[in-house]
């Protein structure tokens, strides 16, 4: 088989799943998919609780797991104000940093001209570190969610935009030509081969901001906030709320790893062929 | 060009008259094409072979349209052409379909790109999908077919966009030898039925030989017509015409040429 594939669905997955004389493989890889992950965790944080409490430490040094857990359940309202704010902002930038890029990457598969004026411009400011223009924008936008949004569509737009223009780009030569033969115009060429491939390419990008737009949100907010999951770890901290910042922390990593996870799944209903196809090669390999 | 030539090229379905094509490379200039002549008449079926890097599949690229004729001129239909991009049905040695599309939706593309409506390119799509050995197959994805399937339903594609010439380029190439041998069948049987030219590029002399009415043997680059073999075998053809004669004195023919073409030009001609 020569599908033409994408880098991405290069990837071999353990599947055994079609092997009846190998009923225990799809258990096995469940256990190492899940169990073992799961074990470690539990592991780490029944060390962390053991050391707390044999050591004495005290909790505004280092709070015990079940601390954490505790501040979490007493200020749930608490947590969950400004979760909200937090996820606003991500949000609001993601779809933001989506838009702008998805237009700016077609713009520069279609021109070389733009692409030469704004590509080289895209990667030198990708050198200037987001915590140098994060204040500059309280003077410029002021306080409130607007400075955090930019600073979320600042850090999310680059590898959205870089993703999806290699993704139009990497359609070969030969179906470029298939299409003109057929007597397609550029923008048939555009919409029925050049996008479609561009698609599983977006997903990678969209993977990586999901959890970065978390990231440029909490900075957004340490610079200057009065609200979100950054401002409470950077406002609990001098009032040794240790336990506090560390829910806050928890929070912000379930934030990551649940848009991470929503983005995989978007891609999975929106790609079924590339899924497919996945499987379907998988399977002949392990035959 | 004579009033001769300037008729002939007229009646043909397909004439090309001098073209000579250059590529620039690396700051020098490599001759692809050098003087090429022929002619294809309406329903024949051509063959072109030659050694690699001859121009073959320039000159299929200059017919498509992909590429401009150069100096030289390129006639179809009895018109001078200058880039018939979407004049004419091209299928490469890769089946090019897409795969986030199923057989079905692959092979309307072409009526698609027309702005024929989807259904009534689907219902035109099945009532040739039998033919194309493609029945119960519509709805499958492109990955789930064989090598052999998957190059039939790029067929259906070029033939359902209605051009009557057909551009072959080595298409059967990466294909198994039994899968070649019925595919070649298949092709025979589906060009005398549908009445389309074609041209064919290939690197084996035996299927330019067991298919065409006329084979073009090209020389080493810069690529002209070296040998033209008119193949007067009856038709139908039965796949054992191969080991008789006069096949096989057509076959030691064209391979003597090859030989003696690899043989002069071992160096690359540059200019």
């Given amino acids: 088989m020569e599908v033409v594939r994408k880098p991405s669905t290069q990837k071999k997955e353990g599947s055994a799943a079609a092997k009846p004389w190998a009923a225990s493989r799809p258990a096995l890889r469940l256990l190492q998919m899940w169990a073992l992950p799961v074990l470690g965790l539990a592991l780490l944080v029944g060390v962390w609780q053991a050391t707390v409490t044999f050591f004495s430490i005290p909790a505004w040094k280092l709070p015990a797991p079940s601390a954490i857990v505790n501040e979490l359940m007493v200020s749930r309202a608490l947590f969950f104000k400004h979760t909200w704010v937090t996820l606003s902002e991500a949000l609001y930038g993601l779809a ?25 411009l895209l990667i030198a400011s990708q050198t200037i570190p987001i915590i140098v223009v994060a204040p500059l924008l309280l003077i410029w936008v002021g306080y409130g969610l607007a400075p955090k949004i ?23 030569p030969d179906m470029m030509n298939m299409m003109r033969t057929l007597g397609a115009r550029r923008w048939q060429i555009f919409t029925k081969v050049q996008a479609p491939t561009a698609l599983p390419y977006l997903f990678s990008g969209a993977k990586i901001a ?53 983005v995989a799944l978007v891609e999975r209903l929106a790609l079924p062929w590339q899924y497919n196809a996945r499987r379907a090669k998988a399977l002949e390999e392990d035959w | ?38 002619a294809v008449q309406e329903g024949e079926f051509v063959s072109i072979v030659g050694p690699s890097g001859c121009g073959k599949s320039t000159l299929l690229n200059i017919i498509a349209g992909l590429e401009d004729p150069g100096q030289g001129t390129l006639w179809l239909n009895g018109q001078e052409a200058r880039r018939p991009l979407g004049q004419v049905g091209y299928m490469h040695q890769k089946d090019l379909l897409l795969p986030w599309r199923t057989v079905l939706d692959n092979t309307i593309l072409g009526l698609e790109v027309q702005g024929v409506p989807k259904g009534q390119a689907r219902a035109r799509a099945l009532e040739l999908a039998e033919r194309f050995g493609l029945k119960g197959f519509e709805k499958e994805y492109p990955y789930a077919l064989s ?125």
């Fill in chain 2, 1 to 38: 060009m004579s009033a001769a030539t300037q008729q002939q090229s007229a009646s043909s379905k397909i004439a090309l008259n001098g073209i000579r094509k250059d590529f620039a490379y690396k700051g020098r200039v490599l001759p692809v094409l050098d003087g090429v002549d022929f």
């Fill in chain 1, 96 to 120: 933001l940093a989506f838009l702008f890029s998805v237009v700016v990457a077609a713009a520069m598969a279609f021109s070389r001209t733009f692409q030469r004026t704004v590509y080289p």
């Fill in chain 1, 210 to 262: 999901a959890t970065f737009s978390i990231i440029g949100a909490i900075i957004g907010e340490w610079v200057g906030a009065s609200a979100g999951l950054g401002y409470l770890t950077r406002s609990s901290v001098p009032l040794f709320l240790t336990a506090r910042s560390f829910g806050a922390v928890v929070i912000l990593a379930l934030l990551g790893i649940g848009l991470f996870l929503i």
């Fill in chain 2, 147 to 271: 090598g052999g399937m998957r190059q039939r339903a790029a067929f259906l594609r070029s033939v359902l966009t209605g051009k009557d010439i057909l551009l072959l380029d080595e298409p059967f190439g990466a294909l198994d030898a039994l899968t070649r041998s019925q595919m070649q069948e298949w092709l025979v049987g589906l060009w005398t039925a549908f009445k389309k030219t074609i041209v064919l590029v290939t690197h084996d002399v035996e299927e330019a030989l067991f298919l065409s009415d006329r084979v073009y043997l090209f020389s080493a680059r810069p690529g002209h017509v070296k040998l033209t073999l008119s193949v007067d075998l009856p038709r139908p053809r039965s796949l054992d015409v191969v080991t008789r004669e006069p096949f096989i004195s057509y076959k030691a023919q064209l391979l003597a040429a090859l030989r003696q073409e690899g043989q002069d030009n071992r160096e690359e001609v540059w200019r």
């Fill in chain 1, 150 to 172: 930019i600073v979320v569509v600042l850090v999310t737009f680059f590898p959205l935009v870089v993703n999806t223009m290699d993704g139009l780009r990497s359609v070969e």
